[in-house]
């Protein structure tokens, strides 16, 4: 008999998982501990494989809209693994992916907080947003023509904080010198 690993199970079960989410009752998705929500994020941020991470992306996708979910997600790293993932990503829809689930996590206060308090949080999102596509500028701040503005002034007044970040490409902080 083969023995997989046990990130090949954890693959597996989030593969699982995410297609039996739909068939869930409500009730039962509300009532997620948060011990659930460290796993799904753990799956991600470990990168077993593409496909997991997207599954474990998809699942808290899938569940963040039921009760304190949302705030369960933030609780166990989901914004600081979504940015660090962001820095990474090629895939347009991946991204958009992404973008999407942050967007869903800055739903609540602590989400938002998570999201200025990791040095590179804003710069990410505003390089994303610009380059990925119309739909995720407006999934990431709904705020219509006046997005690269507002990003812009976003970016100035956490200047200090984002500037220093070892993962940001020097491209981007050559887009914003020393003042």
């Known amino acids: 008999m083969r023995r997989t690993s046990n990130r090949q199970s954890r693959a597996d079960a989030v593969l699982l998982l995410k297609s039996l989410i739909r068939l869930i009752p409500a009730a039962t998705l509300m009532n997620l501990p948060q011990n659930f929500f460290e796993e799904i994020v753990k799956v991600s941020r470990d990168r077993i494989s593409y496909q997991a991470m997207k599954a474990a992306l998809q699942v808290l996708y899938g569940v963040s809209e039921h009760g304190r979910n949302t705030a369960k997600a933030v609780g166990a790293g989901g914004v600081h693994v979504l940015v660090e993932l962001l820095l990474d990503e090629p895939e347009k829809k991946g991204c958009q992916m992404m973008m999407a689930m942050l967007g869903e996590l800055c739903g609540c206060a602590d ?22 596509s119309s739909a995720a500028t407006e999934t990431a701040t709904e705020c219509g023509n006046s997005t690269r503005e507002m990003m812009k002034e976003m970016l100035g007044m956490h200047y200090k904080a984002w500037r220093s970040s070892p993962c940001l490409t020097p491209q981007l902080k050559a887009l914003y010198p020393p003042a």
Request: glycine share 10%; no cysteine; net charge positive.
């Open 111 to 132: 989400g938002r907080s998570a999201v200025v308090r990791h040095a590179a949080g804003l710069a990410v999102i505003a390089k994303k947003m610009v380059r990925i």
